[in-house]
């Protein structure tokens, strides 16, 4: 069983010895004149208008506790939908349960605004 | 193969680094973090044990340890964030409001 | 290959993630700036799911990636990021009491590690018998009958959860 996992291993060596030869080749080989248009932030073309290091709103955090939760829950539905047929009606009154439960949550957010943008 | 030893022993040695930065840390996210430390070392010897005696139970803990996990990422650092609010700080040893 | 080649190779992983996992799990604890504690700690989840899948927990390593990795490192990120101050020096951070925390650190481990002393511990002989070679079927049967219950009140836990930090962190005032 475990030497199922040797491709993986040899998938991962691989991905980290290139990811750190290309980075570090390129500072060896590449030329270094920076300059100031060079070594500002870039954004799209635009002027920077402020320093990117300051904190970040809330609502992005809101969108990442929705996202952690509902990870959770795919976590939950994927042992089921492997034994879908096995568990059949049963299971599947269980899941709409699970699912409802959480969905409530997410409707009283989005009623409540916690997700509005603006 | 590895003995169930070393497993325990290097969850055991999670387990102190995450109580040491619990303890030592002044920054409320890294105390955070040596908590989620502690509990992946948990997790470990869990799923040691539930290896090394064949037994799935130990597999379905982890499990909602995740869960549970998940959960108090979401509102603990939601705490963290409403302190910061309030007191421009996360070092636990500035909120004192509460030590006579 | 040999069987006993590939013992030794997966010895070897063995030692290797255990390194990994330890090393960034110091390095989560002891880094003055809390950005490289944060990318260390990512790599103690990696360390710790790759002994799962050494330990024949193949699901609950993937689990493991999604939700810690996944889930709750890019929360603790933007943890950081909402509570830092704009320039990295605010980032680095100290630490307190040292001289008591390391002494009750030292009687923990002196605890485990004679728990771990006195304790007879069973041999395992039924290694890879009874658990098949992947899990998620056999955790989806156990999850919807033995732990139907858990696995409802887990829905309610991430309801109240979600509604917490929703209340919580969401108290800024429009301008």
């Known amino acids: 069983m475990m030497a199922s996992y040797i491709p993986l291993i040899l998938m991962l060596a691989a991905?980290?010895?290139?990811?750190?030869?290309?980075?570090?080749?390129?500072?060896?080989?590449?030329?270094?004149?920076?300059?100031?248009?060079?070594?500002?932030?870039?954004?799209?073309?635009?002027?920077?208008?402020?320093?990117?290091?300051?904190?970040?709103?809330?609502?992005?955090?809101?969108?990442?506790?929705?996202?952690?939760?509902?990870?959770?829950?795919?976590?939950?539905?994927?042992?089921?939908?492997?034994?879908?047929r096995a568990l059949g009606l049963f299971g599947y009154v269980e899941m709409v349960i699970f699912i409802t439960i959480l969905?409530?949550?997410?409707?009283?957010?989005?009623?409540?605004?916690?997700?509005k943008w603006d | 193969?590895?003995?169930?030893?070393?497993?325990?022993?290097?969850?055991?040695?999670?387990?102190?680094?995450?109580v040491l930065g619990v303890v030592v840390r002044r920054n409320a996210i890294i105390v955070f973090m040596s908590i989620e430390l502690m509990l992946n070392s948990v997790n470990l010897s869990l799923i040691a044990f539930s290896s090394f005696l064949g037994d799935p139970t130990g597999q379905m803990l982890v499990f909602f340890v995740m869960t549970v996990a998940a959960a108090e990422a979401a509102v603990g650092l939601a705490i963290i964030i409403a302190l910061f609010r309030n007191k421009q700080t996360v070092n636990i040893d500035e909120i004192n409001i509460l030590k006579w | 290959m040999t069987l006993l080649a590939s013992l030794?190779?997966?010895?070897?992983?063995?030692?290797?993630?255990?390194?990994?996992?330890?090393?960034?799990?110091?390095?989560?604890?002891?880094?003055?700036?809390?950005?490289?504690?944060?990318?260390?700690?990512?790599?103690?989840?990696?360390?710790?799911?790759?002994?799962?899948?050494?330990?024949?927990?193949?699901?609950?390593?993937?689990?493991?990636?999604?939700?810690?990795?996944?889930?709750i490192l890019v929360l603790l990120l933007f943890g950081v990021m909402l509570t830092t101050k704009v320039i990295s020096v605010e980032m680095k951070t100290g630490t307190l009491q040292t001289l008591p925390a390391s002494i009750l650190v030292a009687v923990l481990a002196g605890t485990l590690c004679g728990i771990f002393w006195i304790t007879d511990w069973l041999t395992p002989v039924a290694r890879n018998a009874e658990l098949p070679a992947t899990t998620s079927s056999g955790i989806g049967r156990a999850l919807m009958t033995t732990y139907l219950l858990p696995f409802e009140v887990a829905s309610v836990v991430l309801l109240v959860a979600m509604l917490g930090a929703a209340m919580i962190a969401r108290r800024e005032r429009k301008r």
């Open chain 3, 8 to 71: 030794e190779l997966f010895d070897i992983i063995f030692y290797f993630f255990a390194f990994v996992t330890i090393v960034s799990a110091a390095v989560v604890v002891f880094s003055r700036n809390i950005v490289h504690s944060a990318f260390s700690l990512m790599f103690t989840f990696f360390g710790v799911a790759a002994l799962y899948v050494m330990l024949n927990a193949d699901f609950i390593a993937v689990t493991q990636v999604l939700v810690y990795v996944g889930g």
């Open chain 1, 15 to 84: 991905g980290m010895f290139l990811a750190i030869v290309l980075l570090k080749l390129h500072q060896w080989l590449g030329p270094h004149r920076p300059n100031d248009e060079k070594t500002s932030t870039y954004e799209s073309g635009m002027e920077p208008i402020r320093s990117a290091r300051e904190r970040f709103s809330v609502k992005y955090y809101m969108v990442a506790v929705l996202f952690i939760l509902f990870d959770i829950e795919v976590i939950f539905l994927y042992p089921w939908a492997v034994n879908f």
């Open chain 2, 1 to 18: 193969m590895i003995p169930l030893d070393y497993y325990l022993v290097l969850s055991a040695f999670m387990f102190c680094v995450g």
């Open chain 1, 103 to 115: 969905f409530i949550g997410y409707f009283y957010i989005l009623r409540k605004g916690a997700l």
